[in-house]
């Protein structure tokens, strides 16, 4: 019987593909390995997910040879491979591209080996794959330089031919052909006749700079209580797999050309496992509860030396790392080089360098944002998820895959422990530990003995009147409030989610918003940078709308959901007024106007339009240093940073989150509020938190103001229970969109009708709503729709996509595009 090796390819197809082993390879192609192997007359870079000694299912004739091995060593450990596959079955997701979010860059190294054997011609995924360059390697190649004749013999004048042949090798390749390789080289250089080259490691920033070790703090006894229930977890784990990954070991016959897994036969996150009643299994899954400043990255700090300490790696996932450098240190500290640091702002050498570092298992624990799921962790014990209700978790193009749903599910495969932590759990993780999927654990109180949680006053917008600056969003108690801190040099942070400089153009004769072309949504004004910051009408108040004359130079209309930046137009695009007005609030404004207001006040702004890839934490560094006094931003400065100066922080207008068409919306505000109020008061001095609304009764606000998450949470249950929305129920979106208005409306309608008449909506285990047209009904010159699928069950809900899914393969217009959005987030 032929050797077969199953082999997922970089093409939108759920299934794999069957090609044979040659004998020269067998035994070393293994499953997680990249291979080149032909597809459609292209050669493509495909992974091979299973191999195995069986007749073909297909006409053995048309079954082609692989073309070349990539990976010596499987490139995916077997653990991580069999979590992409049930990943992707999850999201009904292609596999190849699911694969494509684990995979390393290929090394140098590796693309002149398969040059030298021939195989890169026609190769078309490798050209556009990175490259890096991995260990330090010797090269020799042959020069210019031409012998006496008669004066080589045996080997330098075998290698020499093979140079001249076949160009550069790697040293190491030769001295697997010739014994002599070294010495005849060594001759061979010495009368120039070849050169040698040795290429150098890529340096990998973090290594170099040591951070100081820290003396753990003793846990206070909450921490003490979760710690402990988290190694108990730890030590009831299986044994470890003892260091060598073991891919070589899985023979998984599958049936060739099959998904991994039939679809409608769901993989479940760890919480979601249906057990045996009346067994009730040590937890292995933990909500790690804990009030903002509790001390709960300590709890994370001890979980890891617990689980290392038992000789395996951990994982640790965080919402935004470039936010969160003060974090990365506190685990530098404790870990050292123990920690392979992941972010975007890697280089791709340094990216692929902690990749290898992690593969060969010389680093144990990885820590980086939503992407650091797939890190190739050896032995993984445990998973962590800071601030597992962050919405930066779900990633929201390409494989719309959720971090934390999916970290519960690789840990639970991996016979891992997962444990979430948050200060405002999502209704998700709470609705898993009210069904005893998740054990909770609960940190109630600040971590510093002598901080308390800050004290919280609503001022109705609807009562007070501006301040002295003018600004109705800046009232006379957030200033009264400012100017105390200051006085009592103490540091504010302003929190406003609104980026830019006024959030809408209008026209003030006739009324219409200055929307973008690509879009239906309004375009934001940005001053952009200037070099002072003063209010834009000095002196005086400037009104909420200031006139056109009045409005600095250099100004952009931006859109914030495509790339459009052009000018502020003179007059209106609809009646031809010059009478365009700048309204309502944003960050730079603010930033503009409290500098105004404050003349003695460092101030300065944290958004994404200041934030470029070190900005960030220059800003944060300073506001630590005491450099600011005032901090103005958008939710970039709610994030679990740790500020002990800072002792008021201002809401400046709490209902813009609120009122978004998202039944998640009051939720996302609550969280919100909640970690932005918690980053006043975290040390000895109290903190005052002044939250500006006009909607005081706002659930999402009364809440917040008395700290009662808990109270949130069980109204919020409730509320979803009633209206049913997740978790009382699964969604499925499919989003679709189209250039072409009713091309998308056709496709849309389409969808609807068939999922209305497949098994599971025509019984009404599916309900079906809409097609509709979205709530951004366009974006980027694209017209957007979608339907929804909705059940109580997941099982009927897989079933309802799964038959949707030759549809929107070949039954669509072509220029229609659909997204099966499975958990959906984004709502808009
Ligand atoms: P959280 O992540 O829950 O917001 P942190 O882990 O940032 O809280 O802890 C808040 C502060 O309390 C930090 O400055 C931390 O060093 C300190 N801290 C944590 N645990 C202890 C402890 N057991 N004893 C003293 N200080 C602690
Ligand atoms: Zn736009």
Redesign the pocket.
């Known amino acids: 019987m032929p050797l077969l090796a199953d082999v997922a390819v970089p093409v939108p197809l759920s299934q794999a593909f069957t090609y044979e082993v040659p004998a020269a390879l067998a035994g070393e192609v293994r499953p997680g390995a990249r291979v080149l192997c032909e597809f459609h007359r292209r050669k493509l870079l495909g992974v091979v997910l299973a191999v195995s000694e069986r007749s073909a299912a297909i006409d053995p004739s048309k079954i082609k040879p692989l073309a070349a091995l990539v990976d010596a060593r499987p490139a995916l450990p077997a653990e991580l491979l069999a979590f992409l596959q049930e990943l992707a079955a999850y999201y009904f997701a292609p596999i190849g591209e699911v694969l494509r979010l684990a995979l390393p860059a290929i090394e140098r190294e590796q693309v002149r080996a398969l040059k030298a054997q021939g195989e890169l011609g026609g190769v078309l995924d490798l050209g556009r794959a990175k490259q890096v360059g991995g260990r330090k390697v010797a090269y020799a190649s042959a020069t210019d330089v031409v012998e006496e004749p008669g004066t080589l013999r045996g080997q330098a004048a075998a290698v020499l031919a093979l140079l001249r042949a076949n160009g550069e090798q790697p040293v190491a390749r030769i001295e697997e052909r010739f014994g002599n390789a070294r010495s005849a080289l060594k001759k061979l250089a010495e009368r120039n006749l070849v050169a040698l080259d040795e290429r150098e490691p890529p340096r990998d920033p973090f290594f170099r700079r040591a951070e100081e070790r820290d003396v753990p ?4 006894a909450a ?1 003490a209580e979760a710690a402990a229930r988290i190694d108990a977890a730890l030590a009831a784990l299986a044994p470890s797999g003892g260091g060598e990954h073991p891919a070589s070991t899985q023979k998984e016959p599958r049936p060739a050309g099959q998904e991994p897994r039939p679809a409608g036969q769901e993989p479940r996150p760890a919480g979601q496992e249906p057990r045996p009643a009346g067994q009730e299994p040590r937890p292995s899954a933990f909500l790690l509860f ?9 709890v994370y700090l001890r979980a890891i030396k617990s689980c290392l300490d038992r000789g395996r790696g951990a994982l640790v996932m965080v919402p935004e790392i470039a936010l969160t450098p003060q974090l990365v240190a506190r685990f530098r500290a404790r870990f050292g080089d123990e920690l392979a640091v992941l972010h975007s702002g890697l280089s791709d050498a340094d990216r692929h360098a902690m990749w290898a570092s992690l593969h060969v298992g010389k680093v144990r624990v990885a820590i980086g944002a939503r992407s650091a799921l797939f890190a190739p962790v050896p032995d993984l014990g445990l998973i962590l998820v800071d601030e597992e209700h962050d919405g930066s978790f779900k990633q929201e193009e390409g494989v719309r895959y959720h971090a934390r749903d999916m970290a519960l599910l690789r840990a639970h495969r991996a016979g891992a422990v997962c444990v979430l ?1 948050s ?1 405002t759990p999502s209704i998700e993780s709470v609705a898993l530990v009210r069904r005893g999927k998740l054990a909770e654990l609960r ?1 109630p109180d ?3 003995r002598e901080a308390s949680l800050p004290e919280v006053s609503l001022v109705d917008l609807r009562r007070f009147r501006a301040g002295p600056s003018g600004d109705p969003l800046i009232s006379l108690p957030l200033h009264r409030a400012l100017e105390k801190t200051l006085a009592a040099k103490e540091q504010a942070i302003l929190f406003l989610n609104r980026r830019g400089f006024a959030p809408s153009v209008v026209c003030g004769s006739c009324g219409t918003l200055t929307t973008c072309d690509a879009c239906s949504v309004a375009l934001t004004y940005h001053r952009g940078r200037r070099r002072d910051p003063r209010p834009p009408s000095p002196g005086g108040a400037p009104a909420p709308a200031a006139p056109l004359d009045e409005r600095p130079e250099g100004g952009r209309l931006r859109c914030h959901y495509c790339d459009y930046a052009g000018p502020l137009p003179d007059r209106c695009g609809a009646c031809g007024a010059r009478n365009l007005l700048l309204e309502g609030l944003g960050t730079e404004r603010l930033e503009a106007t409290i500098a105004g207001s404050f003349p003695e006040a460092r101030v300065a702004r944290l958004d994404r339009d200041v934030a470029g890839k070190d900005r960030s934490q220059a800003i944060l560094a300073r506001m630590r240093e005491g450099k600011i006094d005032i901090l103005v931003g958008t939710q970039m400065v709610t994030k ?1 940073h ?1 500020l002990p100066n800072v002792t008021l922080v201002g809401v400046v207008n709490a209902d813009a989150a609120l009122g978004l068409p998202d039944f998640r919306a009051a939720e996302r505000g609550f969280q919100l509020l909640v970690q932005v109020a ?1 980053r006043a008061g ?1 040390r000895d001095r109290p903190g005052r938190v002044l939250i500006q609304t006009r909607n005081p009764e706002h659930p999402a606000i009364a809440f917040a103001a008395a700290h009662d998450v808990p109270g949130f949470l069980e109204r919020e249950i409730r509320e979803r229970e009633e209206v049913g929305y997740p978790p009382a129920t699964r969604l499925a979106l499919l989003r679709i969109d189209a250039v072409d208005e009713s091309v998308g409306r056709g496709a849309a309608a389409k969808l609807a009708a068939h999922a209305r008449t497949c098994p599971e909506g025509a019984a009404r285990r599916v309900e079906v709503l809409g097609p509709s047209a979205a709530p951004i009904a366009r974006l980027r010159g694209r017209y957007r729709f979608r339907v929804l699928l909705r059940a109580r069950d997941r099982g009927p809900l897989r079933g309802a996509l799964a038959a949707l899914t030759g549809l929107i393969r070949d039954g669509l217009d072509r220029n229609a595009r659909v997204i099966i959005d499975v958990d959906p987030v984004a709502m808009l």
């Open positions: 703090p003793e846990l206070n921490q804990g009030v903002t400043g509790s001390g709960k990255t300590e932590g200060a940190l600040r971590a510093h679990g740790d918690g975290r």
